[in-house]
T-cell receptor, first 113, second 115 residues
Framework: GQQVMQIPQYQHVQEGEDFTTYCNSS?????IQWYKQRPGGHPVFLIQ???SGEVKKQKRLTFQFGEAKKNSSLHITATQTTDVGTYFC?????????????WGLGTSLAVNP | ETGVTQSPTHLIKTRGQQVTLRCSSQ?????VSWYQQALGQGPQFIFQ???????GRGNFPPRFSGLQFPNYSSELNVNALELDDSALYLC??????????????FGPGTRLTVL
C-alpha cells in the first residue's frame, strides 16, 4: 500500500539547536498534516498544508510543502525542552475519494537542556 | 482539549477475552477513525466510520469491529484478544464535508494491556 517515509527516526539536539524532520511520498499528495505527540500523550494537530510550495510558520516552527506535493518538512528553530516529543506527518493521497490519512512513523525529538 | 473523550483510560484483559472501547466525538463532527499505536510506533489505521457506516478499513482482522451511533459516538470491539493487541487505542474525530480534508482531533486514548 501507499507509504509515507519520515526521516530521521530519532534526533537528539542541544537546547537552542535547530531541528528538521522530513516526510516523503512516492506519489503526489492532496495535502499533508503534521501532528505532535508528547511522551505519554496523544497526537495533537499542528498544521495542514494544501498548496504546492506552501510555507507556513507557527512561532519557531516552519512547515513546507514541496512544489511537486510529494514531500514536506517541519523545521524548529532554537529548540526548547518543551519541543520534546514525536512529530508525525500524515498525508492524504491525491487519488480518488479515499481521504484516509497515511501516517509516517514519526521523528522522536529529544532536547538536552 | 479537543472535546474527544475515550473510555476507559486503562484496561487489562487476558488472552481470548473480548473488549469494547468507547469514544465520544467532538461536537459537530460526523466521522470517527480508530487507530492502534504500539509503543514507539506511529498510529496504525484500523477503520473509519462516517455517518454510522464503515468508510474504510486498514489491515486488521475481522475480530476488530466497530460501530458508530446516531450521535456519532463510536465503539471499537476486539474479540479473541491476543498479546500483540496490547497498545494505545486512539479515536480521532473529524468533519467530512465536500472536498475538505479532515483534520483529526484525537482523544486521550485507551491503554489496553493483554496478559
Amino acid at each position: 500500500g501507499q507509504q509515507v517515509m519520515q526521516i530521521p527516526q530519532y534526533q537528539h539536539v542541544q537546547e537552542g539547536e535547530d531541528f528538521t524532520t522530513y516526510c516523503n511520498s512516492s506519489t503526489t499528495l492532496s495535502n499533508i498534516q503534521w501532528y505532535k505527540q508528547r511522551p505519554g500523550g496523544h497526537p495533537v494537530f499542528l498544521i495542514q498544508l494544501v498548496k504546492s510550495g506552501e510555507v507556513k510558520k507557527q512561532k519557531r516552527l516552519t512547515f513546507q510543502f514541496g512544489e511537486a506535493k510529494k514531500n514536506s518538512s517541519l523545521h524548529i528553530t532554537a529548540t526548547q525542552t518543551t519541543d520534546v516529543g514525536t512529530y508525525f506527518c500524515a498525508a492524504v493521497p491525491n487519488a480518488g475519494n479515499n481521504r484516509k490519512l497515511i501516517w509516517g512513523l514519526g521523528t522522536s525529538l529529544a532536547v538536552n537542556p | 482539549e479537543t472535546g474527544v473523550t475515550q473510555s476507559p483510560t486503562h484496561l487489562i484483559k487476558t488472552r481470548g477475552q473480548q473488549v469494547t472501547l468507547r469514544c465520544s466525538s467532538q461536537s459537530g463532527h460526523n466521522t470517527v477513525s480508530w487507530y492502534q499505536q504500539a509503543l514507539g510506533q506511529g498510529p496504525q489505521f484500523i477503520f473509519q466510520y462516517y455517518r454510522e457506516e464503515e468508510n474504510g478499513r486498514g489491515n486488521f482482522p475481522p475480530r476488530f469491529s466497530g460501530l458508530q451511533f446516531p450521535n456519532y459516538s463510536s465503539e471499537l470491539n476486539v474479540n479473541a484478544l491476543e498479546l500483540d493487541d496490547s497498545a494505545l487505542y486512539l479515536c480521532a474525530s473529524s468533519l467530512m464535508s465536500g472536498s475538505s480534508t479532515d483534520t483529526q482531533y484525537f482523544g486521550p486514548g485507551t491503554r489496553l494491556t493483554v496478559l
